[in-house]
């Protein structure tokens, strides 16, 4: 069956908020708070036969940080297809169908957190991070100590711009990284801190700055028990700062003996316990990334100082056809650029490319599983090279 692909208005408002309720099996007091984060023209539907909303996408833009840039992305959130016109492609449809309107806006790269790496897939987005929602007994991170003193205090609303201003200035260290809005920050660090617990250590030369913070909020628990602690984010560049933060976030064990986190599958914390229980993932997924212009996304990001190389590829974007072809990728000076032409040394997939381009994996391993192919390993090693493959953090649900 073949539907009809349209951008949404604001009539559709009440059949896309259906939709996405049956999907995600959302309750109806969500609808507001949905709603109100719906751009129609960032939407795109599969029309039903009756005019209902049978399939829909949407596009939440914002910008990512890689090699110390910032990247324009349109971030997929929601897809959804309603029960009845599942299995007939219309989730590839309303996902690739958005592609050329990304291109045009240049939101370069696009990314979501799948339902099925399989669809995503096929339409070209590959891994790219991790998201490991982990309970760790407060135990286990209560042994982590600064090496020097510092000086931990109570947050206050006063502190909330200097705590946005703090992670601003940490993106462009930390790939992966999402320039908040205030929109971002209100579902993590709420302006009148409703809810939250804030603990902040004063930049000491910088009246009104921070060296770092710790948003966390009390959870349910188990019984007998108070509360559980929900860590929300613990972030500084100074490692005994960031260790005296995770001092006080793990501080309340006697009364809250879990500590819910969630962070990357190979988390910093891991090199700072002295204990990790073997069973505390409770769910863990990938997100998903992909060029959408491939080489308006090699120009975007960043790349390293002092490291220089060029390699040609054969490109394969069945979905993107613009990206589709032959490219010589060159790289120096923090510059990277995707030209036409070249000799087609390395072929790869569109989602191969962006895996690599995101740092989730070199080009050595995605050879090993088939993303990309070449007889040349010179020219493999030169990719691993030209990028360093460290895994992005994305701690932002979307």
Not at 314 to 320: C, G, I, Q, S, T
Request: net charge negative; proline share 7%.
């Amino acid at each position: 069956m073949e539907l009809p692909l349209r951008t949404a208005t604001a009539d559709d408002i009440d059949g896309l908020w259906d939709l996405f309720r049956i999907g995600f099996g959302a309750s109806e007091r969500r609808r507001e708070e949905w709603v109100s984060g719906l751009d129609p023209a960032r939407a795109l539907i599969a029309e039903g036969p009756r005019g209902e909303v049978a399939a829909a996408s949407h596009i939440h833009p914002f910008e990512q940080w890689f090699g110390g840039r910032p990247v324009h992305v349109g971030g997929f959130s929601p897809v959804a297809v309603l029960p009845e016109f599942r299995r007939l492609g219309l989730g590839k449809a309303v996902t690739a169908g958005q592609f050329a309107d990304l291109r045009d806006r240049g939101e370069v790269v696009s990314g979501l957190y799948p339902a099925s790496l399989a669809l995503y897939r096929s339409v070209g987005f590959e891994c790219a991070g991790s998201y490991v929602h982990r309970r760790f007994p407060a135990g286990d991170l209560a042994g982590i100590r600064p090496r020097t003193e510092v000086a931990v205090r109570r947050g206050t609303v006063d502190d909330v711009e200097a705590v946005h201003r703090c992670h601003l200035a940490a993106a462009p260290h930390r790939d992966g990284t999402v320039s908040r809005d205030h929109g971002w920050w209100a579902r993590r660090l709420p302006p009148d801190l409703e809810g939250t617990m804030l603990y902040v250590v004063d930049a000491p030369n910088a009246p009104g700055e921070l060296l770092g913070y710790a948003i966390y909020r009390h959870g349910s628990a188990r019984h007998p028990y108070d509360y559980s602690v929900v860590v929300s984010e613990v972030l500084a560049a100074d490692p005994d700062v960031v260790r005296a933060l995770w001092r006080v976030v793990a501080s309340s064990g006697s009364q809250a003996p879990d500590l819910d986190v969630i962070g990357p599958a190979e988390d910093d914390l891991f090199l700072m316990v002295d204990h990790a229980a073997p069973d505390v993932v409770r769910s863990e997924i990938r997100w998903m990334l992909r060029l959408i212009d491939a080489p308006g996304a090699v120009a975007a990001r960043g790349w390293a100082a002092g490291v220089e190389g060029s390699v040609d590829l054969a490109l394969v974007d069945e979905h993107a056809p613009w990206n589709n072809g032959t490219w010589s990728l060159h790289v120096a000076d923090g510059h990277g650029t995707l030209t036409p032409g070249g000799d087609a040394t390395v072929e790869a997939s569109i989602g191969g490319l962006s895996s690599w381009w995101s740092g989730y994996a070199t080009a050595t391993k995605l050879a090993r599983t088939g993303h990309l192919r070449s007889a040349d390993h010179r020219a493999l090693a030169t990719m691993d090279r030209l990028i360093s493959a460290a895994p992005p953090v994305l701690p932002d649900f979307y």
